[in-house]
């Protein structure tokens, strides 16, 4: 769920990548630091590296403030476009609602189609209302109102954000379907739609639950939640579960909780997420692999999910048998394969200092990544992709430095102690190092970027990929041979060749 998804409903008053001159700072660890001059590129680097939770230089709230900031300062010419890509191509969740509601809260052009464009999932729309009431004022403007309207009745072209399928699996919470219905006042498109919103309505202001013989999939969802406990499991057996029973709500419906002979029967209405997600649960009530593996590994189904790449490396990483770690290996290889190859000699340096290993999106998961794990699986991923490649892993001073290792699979190698966080950050100096035993065509150093010692003025095209959008940067992007990348995505692969070679005057990803 995303962040904004417990905002209350009443709260408390109160173009290219690297382009633009720095500004000199100072890092966190007191090295040289430099602040791009163009917003652009520190609200791109800000919303795709990484979520807006605590990390270890930066609270969720001040990346909040620091976008919200960046915003009004932006082109919106700019803005509509990224705010749509940030969602359905980065895939991210909480940073396109900030930077939609913020292009409406500025008064931007065509705010309406901007909020509209960042909706993608039935929750969303309650999302980006607590966030809007938690930042702006209880009144909503009427573009924002408007938009979330296009999204939720598919007034846009889209499918509609609201039908029976998506109140039955989406409609909790402290902003349910009728909360928004009640704020935004949507105009049905369909008599169908007509029905549910006043169902919607009238459940959320006085408790109805029956709903009209009209909603056909709830009331069959409906009659099997009245099944007596006792029938339960037989009514599994006999007549299986109607559609729109989610595993979520299967779970809460059984007394005694999920059971094999549950889990097989609403497995083939999981999505692929759901499935990455209950791995070990699968295996705790007994279900043979084999049923599970064709939809773990089928390519088609790992490219219509968009799951993150990374997302395999935690599933591999929590797993608790081996039944499934060689399927997550041959299916993370499957997201990252197709990656451009980088011709000539690349060096890859890792940051292993001790802020590498705070937990990405902290809050999100029991068990979240850290940096120093991303951050080799990052690695691992690129150097692969390269025709030669050297990965070296420092902190004050060099660690290690191995080729990549292609006959394991990236999770595997991603998961190797070399990269675990270690002591400070001297990044110039090892990379300085590296460099006079290793010559390259340029350098990828991937990063938090808050080093304690300077740029020295390397002449090689240096690449700094930042895991975590902080600032400000330990290098003066945009200028000769420094770029900035960012990004928890395979996007951030494919792009870095177009990057490099256009020496930083690239189109932005949404132009390519």
């Known amino acids: 769920m995303a962040r904004f998804a417990s905002t209350p409903q009443h709260p408390p008053a109160r173009r290219p990548w690297s382009i633009g001159r720095s500004t000199p700072a100072a890092t966190h660890e007191g090295g040289a630091g430099h602040v791009p001059g163009d917003p652009h590129v520190e609200l791109f680097n800000g919303c795709v590296s990484g979520f807006l939770a605590d990390q270890f230089y930066e609270t969720g709230d001040q990346r909040i403030e620091r976008l919200k900031t960046l915003v009004e300062q932006c082109d919106p010419e700019w803005l509509a476009p990224f705010a749509r890509w940030l ?48 930042h702006h004022s209880r009144a909503v403007r009427s573009s924002v109102k408007r938009g979330i309207n296009d999204a939720i009745t598919g007034a846009n072209g889209s499918r509609p954000l609201y039908s029976e399928f998506t109140a039955l699996r989406y409609d909790s919470g402290p902003w349910r379907f009728g909360d928004v219905i009640e704020v935004t006042h949507p105009q049905p498109n369909t008599p169908e739609q007509s029905t549910l919103f006043k169902w919607l309505l009238d459940r959320r202001r006085h408790g109805n639950e029956t709903p009209p013989a009209e909603l056909q999939m709830i009331t069959a969802v409906r009659g099997f939640d009245a099944t007596p406990e006792e029938q339960r499991r037989d009514l599994i057996r006999t007549t299986g579960l109607p559609k729109g029973v989610s595993w979520e709500r299967l779970a809460g419906w059984l007394p005694g909780g999920m059971d094999r002979e549950a889990w097989e029967a609403v497995l083939p209405q999981m999505g692929y997420m759901a499935v990455l997600r209950n791995l070990n649960n699968f295996d705790r009530a007994g279900i043979d692999p084999v049923i599970v593996r064709p939809r773990l590994t089928d390519p088609e189904a790992i490219e219509k999910s ?5 997302r395999f490396l935690t599933a591999y990483a929590n797993a608790e048998t081996d039944n499934y770690r060689l399927d997550l290996a041959a299916s993370a290889d499957i997201a990252i394969s197709n990656l451009p190859q980088l011709a000539g000699r690349t060096l890859v340096m890792v940051d292993c200092s001790g802020s590498m290993g705070y937990a990405v999106g902290a809050g999100r998961s029991r068990n979240p990544l850290s940096l120093s794990q991303l951050a080799g699986f990052t690695a691992e991923s690129l150097a692969r992709s390269c025709e030669d490649a050297l990965i070296v892993c420092y902190d004050v001073d060099i660690l290690n430095a191995a080729p990549p290792a292609r006959h394991v699979p990236v999770v ?74 960012g990004g928890v995505t395979d996007r951030a692969m494919q792009l870095l060749p177009t990057l490099i070679n256009a020496s930083g005057t690239g189109d932005w990803p949404w132009h390519s």
């Open 87 to 134: 969602r359905h191509v980065a895939n991210m969740r909480s940073a396109p609602i900030v930077v939609a509601a913020e292009y409406a809260a500025n008064g931007f052009p065509n705010s309406r189609s901007v909020i509209s464009s960042v909706l993608a999932r039935a929750d969303e729309p309650g999302e980006l209302l607590g966030y809007w009431r938690a």
């Open 306 to 310: 968009r799951v993150l790449p990374f």
């Open 412 to 485: 595997r190698a991603a998961a190797d102690d070399r990269y675990f966080p270690r002591g400070g950050t001297h990044t110039w100096r090892c990379t300085s190092r590296a460099l006079s035993q290793w010559d390259a065509d340029r350098v990828v150093i991937i990063t938090d970027e808050q080093a304690h010692d300077t740029d020295p003025g390397i002449r090689k095209p240096i690449v700094t990929w930042n895991l975590a959008g902080y600032r400000p940067h330990h290098a003066p992007h945009g200028t000769a041979n420094r770029f900035l990348i």
